[in-house]
């Protein structure tokens, strides 16, 4: 699947992770988007806070009950 995509960015390849918004940022660097047109899809609360704080709009996928904590990290919609 990996040729289906037209930038990747690996978790490993940064020295903080989620909350920080470096991921995000450098995905969307790398696409030529500017932050304030990305949607991230995240089923994390994390990764919502990292999102909001790239400046990104946030779509939280609740599983398991955590719809609430997704609402609390600032999900655009859940």
């Known amino acids: 699947m990996l040729d289906v995509f037209a930038v990747k960015v690996c978790g490993r ?3 903080r992770g989620k909350p ?3 991921i995000f940022l450098t995905a969307a660097t790398d696409l030529g ?3 304030d047109s990305c949607v991230v899809i995240e089923d ?3 990764g919502v806070e990292a ?3 790239g400046g990104m709009t946030a779509l939280g996928v609740a599983r398991l009950g955590d719809a609430d904590l997704l609402r609390a990290a600032r999900a655009d919609l859940v």
């Open 13 to 15: 390849d940064f020295r």
């Open 20 to 22: 920080d918004p470096e």
């Open 33 to 35: 988007a500017p932050p």
């Open 44 to 46: 994390a609360a994390s």
């Open 51 to 53: 999102a909001r704080a």
